[in-house]
Each structure stands twice: as C-alpha cells, then as structure tokens.
C-alpha cells in the first residue's frame, strides 16, 4: 500500500473551514484515499473515500488532484467537536494507519 | 443500530496469563481486523480477516492470534501475555476493502 504524509498538527478557528493536506505520491492505479477521524481515544471514525473524483458527504469534501499524488480533506465549518486527529490512508485491501494530523478547532 | 463490540474495555492482567478480548460486529460484514495504539506510534494492525476461517498476518503480529469461525465474531488471543502488550487495542469491521470500517470503543490492556 502507499504511503501517506501529513503535517503533524494544525488549527483552525471555529466556523472558518479546515483544509487538512495529504500526500501520496506513490499512489497506484486501484488504490483510494480514505479519511478517517479520531477523537481522543475513542474508535476511529470513517469520514469520506474516493477514487478519482471528488467527493462529498454531510462531513467533508475531498479533493484528490488529477495526477492523484496529493489530497485535501475540507470540513467547510468546523466546530470545536471537530477536535481530533486526522488520518489520510491509501490503500486498497488494508487501512494502514500513519500519524495523522492533529487539527485543533479554537474559539 | 450498527455496532462493533468490544470485550472488556479495560483489564489488567498479569505477565503469561492466557487472555481474550472479544470483538461482535451485528453488520453482516466480511472484513474484520484488530489494531493496536501506542504513544507516538499510531494505529498498527494486527491481523485481518476477509472471511470466515481466512486470516492474515498485519503489521505487528507477534504474540497474538486469531480466528474467525463465525462472520459475527473475530477474537484476540494473547497466549502469553507480556509488558510490551500493554497497549490500547481496537476492533474493526467492514465491507470488503475496508471501506467505511466500523471501529470498536476499544480495550485498554495492561500486562504487569
């Protein structure tokens, strides 16, 4: 599976958007970008995948560039519930974990 | 409502005592794994399922084991546990791919 790098830690000021950047230059052809989301130490919590195109749902956007080496993940107005740590994965069979980024929302 | 379901959440063992955490999923679903979390070192896989009676080796198997007699259920087996197993622990389930991958509340595990 390829790997991902994220910046180690982020803020973001409540009701702005959050836009968490992930690398994955090693990306291959049937593998997706998912992202996931933990609160402290509670289980993680599955937010978006995709593919190719861009996605959207009731949590976030993701934006995955055309050559698909590289994606963002944007919470359009992020709350301090938001609080947590962010994990961009790339794989197809397996979620290998990395370090994720911790993304503080403040008032 | 969909759950995954973790046996104990919290437990203290001593070093050799045989232990196991269970782990219920209530989705149907194919694909189950077990990760351990560490300070400083993220979320690690364990082991993973993609069926019944199929299992496979993640990242950091050694000193644990598995089964998946039954689609519901995917305990870990600590045979003999040690200090370094001391760990937060949590199960996963999820449709093929481990797409949207349900997570358990997790076990915290102490071996003394």
């Known amino acids: 599976d390829a790997k991902t790098t994220q910046p180690p830690s982020m803020d973001c000021a409540e009701g702005r958007a959050a836009n968490l950047p992930c690398n994955h230059s090693?990306?291959?052809?049937?593998?997706?970008v998912y992202w996931y989301r933990q609160i402290h130490s509670q289980g993680p919590q599955y937010i978006i995948h995709?593919?190719?195109n861009n996605e959207t749902n009731e949590m976030a956007s993701l934006i995955i560039t055309e050559d698909r080496k590289s994606s963002t993940l944007i919470l359009p107005h992020a709350t301090l519930r938001d609080t947590a740590v962010y994990y961009c994965?790339?794989?197809?069979?397996?979620?290998?974990f990395g370090k994720g980024t911790s993304l503080l929302v403040t008032p | 409502e969909a759950q995954v379901t973790q046996n104990p959440r919290y437990l203290i063992t001593v070093t050799g005592k045989k232990l196991t955490v269970t782990c219920s999923q209530n989705?149907?679903?194919?694909?189950m794994s077990w990760y351990r979390q560490d300070p400083g070192l993220g979320l690690r896989q364990i082991y993973y399922?993609?069926?019944?009676?199929?299992?496979d080796k993640g990242d950091v198997p050694e000193g644990y084991k598995v089964s998946r007699k039954e689609k519901r259920n995917f305990p870990l087996i600590l045979e003999s546990p040690s200090p370094n197993q001391t760990s937060l622990y949590f199960c996963?389930?999820?449709?093929?791919?481990?797409?949207?991958?349900?997570f358990g509340q997790g076990t915290r595990l102490t071996v003394v």
């Open positions: 996963a389930s999820s449709t093929p791919g481990f797409t949207e991958a349900f």
């Open positions: 090693t990306i291959s052809g049937n593998e997706y």
């Open positions: 995709g593919l190719k």
């Open positions: 994965i790339v794989g197809y069979e397996a979620l290998n």
């Open positions: 989705m149907n679903h194919e694909y």
């Open positions: 399922s993609m069926n019944v009676e199929v299992t």
